[in-house]
């Protein structure tokens, strides 16, 4: 299952429901895209270090951008930029889960919708 950002970031804060989703999921991916949205969170060079730590020793799976990827997210973007206000970020991390058959695990659920091809497990803080 691909784990959105916000999900990671309901864990960093200590959010126990989140802490457990993450724990008991099998495999633990998440995109680059939410990787680099994580360091533009970090306010110092300490947290970047402790994410980074976090992530590696959480065993997470990170998915690097890739030509196909990028294709479909820039195919999405144009069709629902517009129509349904979906931000860069969120169509690639769509694309990502899209690309590698993997369901989305997100708080932000309303962001995903317009994606019906796309399987999205809603997670509640």
């Known amino acids: 299952m691909l784990i959105d950002t916000d999900v990671i970031v309901w864990c ?3 959010n126990s429901k989140a802490t457990a989703t993450i724990a008991n999921l099998e495999m633990k991916i998440i995109s680059q ?11 110092t060079k300490s947290e970047i270090i402790l994410l980074k730590r976090f992530l590696n020793d959480g065993g997470f799976q990170i998915i690097p951008l890739s030509p196909e ?3 479909r997210a820039d195919l999405w973007l144009e069709q629902k930029n517009l129509s349904h206000g ?6 690639l991390i769509a694309a990502t889960a899209s690309n590698i058959g993997q369901p989305l ?5 309303k ?3 317009c994606f019906s091809e796309l399987q999205v497990k809603k997670f509640t803080p």
């Open 111 to 113: 962001h995903f919708r």
């Open 69 to 71: 990827i990028g294709m």
């Open 86 to 91: 979906v931000g860069l970020a969120d169509c």
């Open 33 to 43: 895209i939410t990787r680099m949205e994580l360091i533009v969170g970090c306010r």
């Open 12 to 14: 960093l804060r200590g």
């Open 105 to 109: 695990l997100t708080a932000n659920a």
